[in-house]
């Protein structure tokens, strides 16, 4: 009896030893589960970070590609879309082409065709005669340089509008575009060759009239700059007289009877003198001796402050211009009289501009007088 007891005591033994056992397995299983599910939830909290950055990074590139689109057009880029947007090459989808030479000359050089120079001798004075009637304006600073142009041309018949810079050229241009030409200094004070060139390429009204550079720079930045600001032509300095023949040429069409059309109406003074060419010809006669220094008197009294006697002078003049068809002088003998009471810029100026086309009328009428 007391065996059976001693054997059911070591089998319940056992079996608390078992359930033990398997409790301790039960929960060892359950803390791996949980590491486990830890490990899992840690991965996918990182996933979901990784996820969430790369969505902020794809929501934020947009907003930075909108930023640079509304990125303020600079000076240059200005530039770039007037020219690529200029309706000019359809098509081209906001490409860019290199450009051979600046726009500003290309859009010049099509408002005039150069003609081709043909072979020549050594040119003199008396070439230049084969331009007699174009006009020129020509800024210049140099008072000896001006002296030296103008004793090339003094009898060639060529009419020279002188501007001491930028700002007299420009100032010459409004009241006066009449020109086949602008020999343009490149170094001058208060405004320089090249902003004024700049200034006349801006103006359509003077997109007919081609400019040449004139300067002692050859380097080739320099002519690169030159032709940037609108000029079409370098001549260099010391001037020479080929190569100013040769510019005369290609861009002026040499006519040489342009004179006797523009300053002098030969057929309104006949007319005017009852159809008696012999009598219109003695009126020009009178005109020479009485008026060939009336630029002299004018400067002398406008310098003096004799604004009375001035303004007699010219209003005399105005009769006499009338009355042998010099009508281009007329009007510019009436617009100085208007201007005797303002600034001495403009009294000046058209001072300048009287001297000059004086100097063409009277040339005009000795050839008239000995051509007939």
């Known amino acids: 009896m007391e065996l059976l007891t001693q054997y059911q005591n070591e089998l ?9 056992l398997y409790l301790i397995f039960i929960i060892q299983r359950n803390k791996k589960n949980q590491v486990k599910q830890k490990d899992v939830e840690k991965v996918e909290d990182s996933s979901l970070v990784e996820v969430q950055e790369r969505q902020d990074q794809t929501q934020e590139e947009p907003q930075e590609q909108e930023e640079v689109i509304q990125e303020p057009l600079t000076e240059e880029k200005k530039e770039v879309q007037e020219i690529v947007l200029d309706g000019s090459e359809e098509g081209d989808f906001g490409v860019i082409e290199e450009e051979k030479e600046p726009a500003t000359t290309k859009v010049v050089k099509e408002a005039y065709k150069k003609r081709d120079v043909p072979a020549h001798q050594k040119i003199t004075k008396d070439d230049f005669k084969d331009f007699q009637g174009t006009r020129i304006l020509i800024a210049e600073d140099n008072v000896i340089n001006q002296k030296v142009i103008q004793g090339l041309l003094a009898e060639s018949g060529i009419e020279i509008v002188m501007a001491d810079d930028g700002i007299d050229a420009l100032e010459i241009l409004q009241h006066d575009d009449d020109f086949a030409l ?15 060139t700049k200034k006349i390429r801006m103006n359509p009204e003077y997109a007919h009239i081609p400019v040449i550079a004139l300067s002692g720079d050859t380097a080739a930045d320099d002519v690169r ?22 510019v005369l040429y290609a861009y002026t069409s040499a006519q040489e009877n342009d004179t006797l059309n523009t300053s002098l109406d030969t057929e309104e003074g006949v007319y005017i003198c009852g159809g008696d060419e012999n009598f219109y010809k003695e009126i020009l006669q009178e005109f020479l ?21 001035a303004d007699r002078l010219l209003l005399d003049i105005i009769g006499v211009t009338a009355n042998i068809g010099a009508i281009k002088l007329t009007q510019i003998a009436q ?10 810029d403009k009294k000046n100026t058209l001072l300048q501009t009287y001297t000059t086309e004086l100097t063409t009328l009277i040339h005009t009428i000795n050839t008239y007088l000995q051509d007939k």
């Open 225 to 246: 700059k030159m032709h940037e600001a609108g000029m079409v032509e370098h001549l260099e300095k010391p001037l020479k007289m080929d190569a100013l023949y040769d």
């Open 12 to 20: 319940l033994g056992l079996l608390l030893l078992f359930v033990l």
């Open 182 to 196: 602008i020999l343009m200094d490149a170094h001058m004070p208060r405004l320089d060759g090249f902003e004024t």
């Open 289 to 309: 001796s009485n008026y060939t220094d009336s630029s002299e008197k004018l400067s002398k009294l406008i310098q003096t402050n004799q604004l009375q006697e």
């Open 335 to 344: 617009e100085l009289k208007n201007a005797l009471s303002t600034n001495n």
